[in-house]
């Protein structure tokens, strides 16, 4: 009797033996799956993930955005149709009031606070000052346009017809130029030093010279001593000679189309003064880099933007 249950003691021990082994081997098997369950989702989560950001930067893409711009005034009509063209292309992008001052006021503006995406100047000096005194992205800028410094009197004027420098030489006109800030009249004073007609603060002349009266009286003791009118922007400038105030004026090619009431009388020498180029670039500060940077690649490349510079007296530097 104590033999046969010894015997199914042990038959019972043996089967747990089995049982116990099946477990751990169930329970190993489980393990394998599950960390194979979870190495999948993890990849899946992975992959969940990259989805999103391609779907965010996608529409990222298209998020609304405003442009702030500080452009020379020179460029004030082309570049509202201009904005008005790039709107309607891409409808997430609309531009705030922009800012249309003599270079030398933008720079101000910035130096003081003001905000600004895109920066677009009359001159390579003022678009230097702007890199060296950090308020712009240098590896943005661009040389954007070209354009001509012409003479011209009101549109009614029938008693001249034709005008040279020399002539302004004569002292027989009187003439109006924009003041240091504004970059024509830096170009108009540059032209008006070949004919002895400015004295730069530092004896030079021509291309060489700033162009600036630097709080002097650059015209005393010159053929137009007591003729010049000076002012704060060349669209001003522009209506002197409009108005009659004065015989002729120095403005762009591009203020005739902009304003109208005058008419050339004359071309001022491109080697008589520092090339004409209007550089852009955009502000360090800016918050919408990449669409300011956008912006001005456009202007470069649309074949309809290039078709509103020409039409309003801009010629693309590339």
Not at 22 to 37: E, P, R, W
Not at 86 to 107: C, H, I, M, R
Not at 241 to 256: K, L, P
Request: aromatic fraction near 8%; charge should be negative; glycine fraction near 8%.
């Amino acid at each position: 009797m104590k033999k046969r249950i010894h015997i199914v003691f042990a038959a019972a021990f043996a089967a747990a033996l089995v049982a116990a082994f099946a477990l751990v081997g169930c329970s190993s098997g489980g393990s394998s799956t599950a960390s194979s369950a979870s190495g999948s989702a993890s990849a899946s989560s992975a992959s969940a993930s990259t989805t999103s950001a391609s779907a965010s930067s996608a529409a990222a893409s298209g998020e609304k955005v405003e442009l702030q711009i500080f452009a020379a005034n020179s460029l004030s009509k082309a570049m509202a149709e201009a904005q008005e063209l790039y709107t309607k292309q891409n409808p997430n992008v609309t531009f705030a009031d922009t800012q249309y001052k003599s270079s030398g006021e933008l720079n101000s503006m910035l130096e003081g606070g003001a905000y600004a995406d895109l920066e677009i100047t009359a001159s390579k000096g003022t678009m230097d000052t702007a890199e060296e005194k950090g308020y712009i992205d240098k590896g943005t800028r661009i040389t954007m346009f070209k354009n001509d410094l012409v003479m011209v009197t009101s549109a009614n004027n029938n008693d001249i017809k034709e005008v040279t420098l020399n002539d302004i030489a004569s002292g027989k006109y009187t003439v109006c130029v924009g003041d240091d800030s504004v970059p024509a009249g830096n170009y108009a004073n540059q032209s008006l030093s070949t004919v002895g007609c400015f004295k730069d603060p530092d004896g030079k002349t021509g291309s060489e010279s700033a162009g600036k009266a630097n709080g002097t009286d650059a015209y005393a003791g010159t053929p137009i001593d007591g003729k010049v009118v000076t002012d704060t922007s060349v669209g001003n400038v522009c209506k002197h000679a409009e108005s009659g105030d004065v015989d002729i004026a120095f403005v762009y090619t591009s203020d005739v189309e902009r304003f109208g009431g005058v008419k050339v009388v004359g071309v001022v020498p491109a080697d008589t003064h520092k090339n004409i180029t209007y550089p852009g670039a955009v502000c360090a500060q800016s918050k919408n880099a990449d669409a300011a940077k956008a912006f001005l690649d456009w202007c470069m490349t649309d074949k309809d933007a290039a078709e509103i510079w020409q039409k309003w007296g801009f010629e693309l530097a590339s």
